[in-house]
């Protein structure tokens, strides 16, 4: 099978922090005849500056071409006065909507050496391994009617619409479900259907997905806010949490919080099944931003995006054994002391992005 990779480093820090897994993909190639083809293409600013939009359509067609898009980070305060179509932003959405990525995951995991540097209790988090898979492309974020209106007594109205169809949350939990079969075989559904429609549906359809193609896996119900309350107050309860647009935005930032620093956090996206081939189209990404403030120093924390790799071996291409060996490298390298300065804390060693790179290459 092949296995072309578009890289799409961006702005800011993402060059820096893609620069870290290009040596990784490097050495695979060389030592383990990993068989990567990779490409390049621009997108946010940088896209912009070249040819006047956020990604161009050559990219796009390698995009689609992909079999994974590995993708660092846009936007910065330079492109702050470039019209809205053609902001940064923009590249990542026309991407997330050509791919048609419906499947945001977004793990919490809880390296054991940064257990004791959580804002929460050590026994809370040591261990930690939980993955919310959010619902992307509908709910509220989508739904029409999505406007304001002008009631003409000195009031307006905002309206967003909460729309989900039988299809997408079948879909979804799909997703949810399989994922599951490959961890703790656990998935808790959140929805709040004791004051929405659409969640009722979302419990409704969840339940017979299970029913239907999943009993093997155990299925537990949570509403949305009893949920918030016991990813902070047990988060080892959960394996994996599937969960609504907006819902899934919020609790998937309480879960990241558990867990340190934004430059610790991967997230992939993923697409439907091709019909003949089976694969998914799939974005991997770090979920912090492009960083500003610290780029070019060349101390960005580039395990986020180190992680997404770790997270397309094994999402895109079945390589979980590599997988598995990369988010070890990582545990490991922390455990040895290096810290960038972001993950910093009393009596570990300050080093740089590209050293965090080699030592993660090394192990
Ligand atoms: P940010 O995630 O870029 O940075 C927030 C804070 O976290 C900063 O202090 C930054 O230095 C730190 N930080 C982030 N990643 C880090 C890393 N790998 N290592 C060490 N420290 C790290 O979010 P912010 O500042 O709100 O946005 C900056 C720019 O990034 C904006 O233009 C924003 O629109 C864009 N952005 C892009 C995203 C994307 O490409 N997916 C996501 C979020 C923001
Ligand atoms: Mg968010």
């Known amino acids: 099978a092949s296995k072309k990779l578009l890289l799409l480093p961006g702005d800011g820090i993402g060059p820096e922090a893609m620069a870290?897994?290009?040596?990784?993909?490097?050495?695979?190639?060389?030592?383990?005849?990993?068989?990567?083809?990779?490409?390049?293409?621009?997108?946010?600013?940088?896209?912009?500056?070249?040819h006047g939009q956020a990604i161009s359509e050559a990219d796009m067609a390698k995009a689609l071409a992909a079999?994974?898009?590995?993708?660092?980070?846009?936007?910065?305060?330079?492109?702050?006065?470039?019209?809205?179509?053609?902001?940064?932003?923009?590249?990542?959405?026309?991407?997330?909507?050509?791919?048609?990525?419906?499947?945001?995951?977004?793990?919490?995991?809880?390296?054991p050496a940064l257990a004791a540097s959580s804002s929460l209790k050590p026994e809370v988090v040591e261990g930690l391994d939980i993955l919310i898979v959010r619902e992307l492309t509908g709910g509220v974020y989508f739904g029409e009617p999505k406007e304001i209106i002008d009631l003409g007594n000195g009031q307006k109205r905002g309206i967003d619409t909460q729309v989900y169809d039988t299809f997408e949350i079948e879909r979804i939990s799909g997703v949810a479900f399989e994922l599951a079969r490959t961890r703790k075989n656990h998935v808790t559904s959140m929805e709040k259907r004791n004051v929405m429609k659409s969640g009722v549906l979302w419990n409704e359809v969840v339940t017979q997905t299970h029913k239907a193609k999943y009993a093997d896996v155990k299925l537990d119900h949570m509403l949305a806010?009893?949920?918030?309350?016991?990813?902070?107050?047990w988060p080892k309860q959960f394996d994996v949490i599937v969960t609504d647009n907006l819902f899934g935005d919020m609790l998937s930032d309480v879960a990241a919080m558990l867990t340190g620093s934004l430059g610790m956090l991967p997230s992939a996206s993923l697409?439907?099944?091709?019909?003949?081939?089976?694969?998914?189209?799939a974005l991997y990404e770090p979920v912090h931003g492009s960083a500003p403030d610290i780029a070019g120093k060349g101390i960005a924390n580039p395990i986020a995006m180190i992680a997404s790799f770790a997270m397309c071996l094994r999402y895109s291409f079945g390589m979980v054994a590599e997988a598995d060996r990369l988010e070890t490298a990582i545990s490991a390298v922390l455990d040895e002391g290096l810290r960038t300065r972001d993950i910093l804390s009393e009596g570990k060693t300050e080093v740089g992005t590209t050293a965090i790179g080699d030592a993660v290459v090394e192990r």
């Open 67 to 111: 079999d994974a898009v590995l993708f660092g980070a846009v936007g910065g305060p330079k492109w702050d006065p470039v019209p809205y179509e053609v902001r940064p932003e923009a590249g990542l959405l026309r991407l997330r909507k050509d791919l048609a990525l419906f499947a945001n995951l977004r793990p919490a995991i809880c390296y």
């Open 20 to 50: 870290e897994v290009e040596k990784l993909i490097a050495v695979m190639n060389a030592d383990l005849g990993a068989g990567f083809e990779t490409e390049r293409g621009l997108v946010g600013g940088s896209a912009y500056d070249a």
């Open 225 to 233: 806010d009893a949920g918030g309350m016991q990813l902070v107050r």
């Open 271 to 281: 697409g439907a099944p091709d019909a003949k081939t089976g694969s998914r189209k």
